[in-house]
């Protein structure tokens, strides 16, 4: 199964979940696009032994990936990730690969495209992370609201608690948004591979694979 993490914002903590989830699932990782250091890649190497695929388009400007590849002359050329996913990702014989944009959802590609419309045309369904942090609930909803109007294929929200702080958004994402909350990930004073290792997929989550696997 090919699942796309996204989340509400830069920052909300794609890829702890995304490393969390991989080693749990044992499944393969990718960040297609990445701007600034360290990445992505190199933290989930420095947080778990999954296997890793290797950036499509990397840039040294920590800035949004359409002004990053500007700058570097370098623009973002959509189809060159999805043939990449096509022939490799999709003919792989693992199980699972977690996908993991840049940014937000409408964080711009290029002048025409948004890192939604990667998901839209990878087609694959995708999981949203948010936070526990004030003003989670309306960039949640709003992040739903542009989703379903893709008709992209949304498998559910993790809440990330990222500021160790005693907000807590679940009722509020779960009431109005009408969404899965597949689980509501702990704050980590230290974050490492044993310590992720320790967080067991929730019920809600694994749910989603043994769906996928009827
Ligand atoms: N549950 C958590 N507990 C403690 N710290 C966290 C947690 N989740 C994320 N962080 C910290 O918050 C920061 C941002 O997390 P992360 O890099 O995963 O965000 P991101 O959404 O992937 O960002 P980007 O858009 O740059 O890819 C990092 O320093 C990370 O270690
Ligand atoms: C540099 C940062 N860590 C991310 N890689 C890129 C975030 C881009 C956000 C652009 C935006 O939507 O404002
Ligand atoms: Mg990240």
Known sequence: MNIFISGTNTGVGKTIISAWLAIQLNAFYFKPIQTGNPTDTEIIKSLSDVKIYQEIFKYENPLSPHIAARIENN?????????????????????????????????????????????DKLNIPMILVT????????????????????????????????????????????????????????????????????ILLTNNTNKIFTAYYK
Do not use: C
């Open 75 to 119: 623009p973002i050329n959509i189809s060159k990730i999805i043939s990449f996913f096509n022939s490799s990702i999709l003919s792989s014989v693992s199980k699972h690969t977690i996908i993991e944009g840049a940014g937000g959802l409408l964080t711009p590609i290029n002048e025409e495209l948004f890192m939604i419309d990667l998901i």
């Open 131 to 198: 936070t526990n942090e004030l003003g989670a609930i309306n960039q949640t909803l709003l992040s739903l609201e542009a989703l379903r109007f893709r008709n992209i294929n949304i498998l559910g929200v993790i809440i990330n608690n990222i500021s160790n702080n005693n907000i807590n958004n679940r009722d509020s994402i779960e009431f109005y948004g009408k969404i899965n909350i597949l689980a509501e990930f702990p704050y980590l004073q230290s974050i490492n591979k044993l310590e992720l290792e320790k």
